[in-house]
């Protein structure tokens, strides 16, 4: 399942299918991005980063995807599985080095 | 375990009252920042401490304050409570060598009735 970005806070996926979540970053002068992964009751959790200089980074089942041009930011996990529901967030640091969040993109997934 | 531990983790207080939160980072995290956290939304910056100073702040009234240690241990404090200060507080830390690695801990509930 593939989400439509912001519009749409919520992604169920099945069991071992890939998520995709999108977030639209404002700042064009951000030049690092974090994806963070919150579970109820904890605070966030570092996933993947990624420097404006690259447009792809992958780490072990998460890929992130870098679009400066439309200012576009994807998360990508393969084999999703029911430990990956939470909720996350992009978050996008420029020159203060403080991380400014996105509103979050709640990920159920089903057994 | 983060590494960086907040408390209380739940504090219930009344409308008009006084709260101090209170966090602990890793020995070497000089850099913390406090963040606002209301139900379905994303974290929102209220301030930055560097070395014991306020080196940064967000969109937040000066009811919101801090302190940082030299115990790399640090404070938000918020007078004069509303009911929509009502959320989740997190303090986020890192180290100097580390621009970009901050550390996020599991964050004080905080209910104003």
């Known amino acids: 399942g593939e989400s439509v970005g912001l519009h749409l806070p919520t992604l169920s996926v099945q069991e071992g299918d890939n998520s995709i979540i999108n977030c639209a970053y404002s700042?064009?002068?951000?030049?690092?991005f974090i994806w963070y992964k919150q579970e109820s009751g904890k605070g966030p959790q570092f996933i993947i980063d990624i420097r404006s200089n690259m447009d792809k980074r992958q780490g072990q089942r998460v890929t992130v995807l870098l679009n400066k041009t439309v200012k576009h930011l994807s998360l990508q996990i393969a084999a999703t599985q029911p430990g990956d529901s939470a909720v996350y967030f992009c978050a996008e640091i420029g020159g203060s080095y403080i991380p400014t969040f996105g509103r979050g993109t709640s990920l159920i997934v089903h057994p | 375990e983060t590494g960086v531990t907040q408390s209380p983790t739940h504090l219930i207080k009344t409308r008009g009252q006084q709260v101090t939160l209170r966090c602990s980072s890793q020995s070497g995290h000089n850099t913390v920042s406090w963040y606002q956290q209301a139900l379905g939304q994303g974290p929102q910056f209220i301030f930055q401490?560097?070395?014991?100073?306020?080196?940064g702040r967000g969109n937040f009234p000066p009811r919101f304050s801090g302190l940082q240690f030299p115990n790399y241990s640090s404070e938000l404090n918020v007078n004069a409570l509303e009911l929509d200060d009502s959320a989740l507080y997190l303090c986020?830390?890192?180290?100097?060598?580390?621009?970009?690695?901050?550390?996020f801990g599991s964050g004080t509930r905080l209910t104003v009735v």
């Open positions: 986020a830390s890192r180290h100097r060598t580390t621009p970009y690695g901050y550390t």
């Open positions: 401490y560097y070395r014991e100073e306020e080196n």
């Open positions: 700042n064009s002068a951000s030049d690092y």
